[in-house]
């Protein structure tokens, strides 16, 4: 185990290996996305309060997990980077850190397109909206952090500290619809015992999450080799890529 460990975290051979994992990552997530699409579309039947307008559910709860998911992830990175100077840490952290605001975004702005027919608002600085807008605030504080020093490695470590401390934001997003009182729906589909969709709507839902979830990987992948060329770039290794790695 620790051996793949450290053999993930040299980056020639992450290159290479990332390299032939982005197309399984890649293939399965169109493939899907195009599957929830047409079955959330299309096939997916009316909610029976929202009626078609529900449909939006299918591209926001995704985005939603995504966004907070991809938060998690980075912090982690940024404290594995910390702890044990892990360099290709701190460019997962990099490169994880647009993808993650950019689901964060689409979070934000398909919310607000529900919920202007269903609540008769675009906003209400409840606690799940208000929580959601402080991840991506502390998304783009970590990219600007980063960019702020020309030392890359002060960069990383400023924003390292940043992106651990701001994870307190993720339980305050989870429960906050039971911690306080709001416009937003409680929870539905993370009830285990008894969701609150039904089979015929839900399985099109997950098989976006899921969609969603290979397609963040595919991306994050791809903008991870990237960094690892741009922060190696006078690495004699690089020198010696024959442009099929």
């Known amino acids: 185990m620790w051996l793949w460990f450290h053999k993930l975290g040299s980056p020639p051979y992450f290159y290479r290996t990332a390299g032939r994992l982005i197309p399984w990552f890649a293939i399965p997530a169109a493939l899907l996305l195009l599957a929830g699409t047409v079955g959330g579309l299309a096939i997916a039947p009316p909610d029976y309060e929202q009626g078609d307008g529900f449909r939006i559910i299918y591209v926001h709860v995704p985005s939603a997990y995504l966004a907070m998911f991809g938060y998690v992830a980075m912090a982690v990175a940024a404290a594995i980077g910390l702890i044990w100077r892990m360099k290709l840490a701190f460019a997962f952290a ?132 990237g960094e690892v060329l741009l922060r190696e770039r006078g690495a004699r290794w690089i020198r010696g890529l024959d442009g099929r790695a």
């Open 94 to 225: 990099a490169a994880c850190a647009p993808v993650g605001a950019a689901f964060t975004f689409l979070c934000l702005a398909t919310g607000s397109l529900w919920g202007k027919p269903m609540w008769g608002v675009w906003w209400d600085w409840d606690g799940r909206m208000t929580s959601m807008l402080v991840l991506l605030f502390l998304y783009l504080g970590v990219i600007a952090l980063r960019g702020a020093f020309d030392d890359a490695a002060k960069g990383d470590r400023a924003a390292a500290l940043l992106a651990i401390v701001g994870v307190v934001n993720i339980p305050i997003i989870k429960f906050s619809v039971d911690w306080w009182n709001t416009l937003h729906q409680p929870a539905t589909i993370s009830k285990l015992s008894a969701p609150s969709m039904t089979m015929d709507m839900l399985g099109w839902l997950l098989t976006m999450v899921v969609g969603y979830m290979l397609f963040f990987a595919a991306v994050v992948t791809l903008r991870l080799r």
